[in-house]
């Protein structure tokens, strides 16, 4: 059975950080490229990072840049997603997707940054 599980949402004022971690099980890890993904309210899903499998190369929404670092460890089966100096515009539910022959999308974690 594949599991794509995230943590690490919270509350957070304006200019802290998080770091999001998403679990994933049931799937060759390695073989799959990673995304992060985030939906606000009344809004549509919108990418946010992707790493490819041997962390060679990595992509950033120009929202983000600068602010988030995405990474991985294939040994853990983990992909991470620093943010910092987050904005109240970045509160969202963020979802991290395992991206191979088949996709598979986690049930999300919650973001608010708020003064």
């Known amino acids: 059975q594949v599991r794509v599980v995230e943590s690490g949402g919270g509350s957070v004022q304006p200019g802290g950080s998080l770091r999001l971690s998403c679990a994933a099980s049931?799937?060759?890890?390695?073989?799959?490229?990673m995304k992060w993904y985030r939906q606000a309210p009344g809004k549509e899903r919108e990418f946010v990072a992707d790493i490819n499998r041997d962390s060679s190369s990595r992509n950033y929404a120009d929202s983000v840049k600068g602010r988030f670092t995405i990474s991985r460890d294939n040994a853990k089966n983990m992909v991470y997603l620093q943010m910092n100096s987050l904005k109240p515009e970045d509160m969202a539910v963020y979802y991290c997707?395992?991206?191979?022959?088949?996709?598979?999308w986690g049930q999300g974690t919650q973001v608010t940054v708020s003064s």
């Open positions: 997707k395992a991206e191979g022959l088949y996709s598979y």
């Open positions: 049931g799937i060759t890890f390695w073989t799959y490229n």
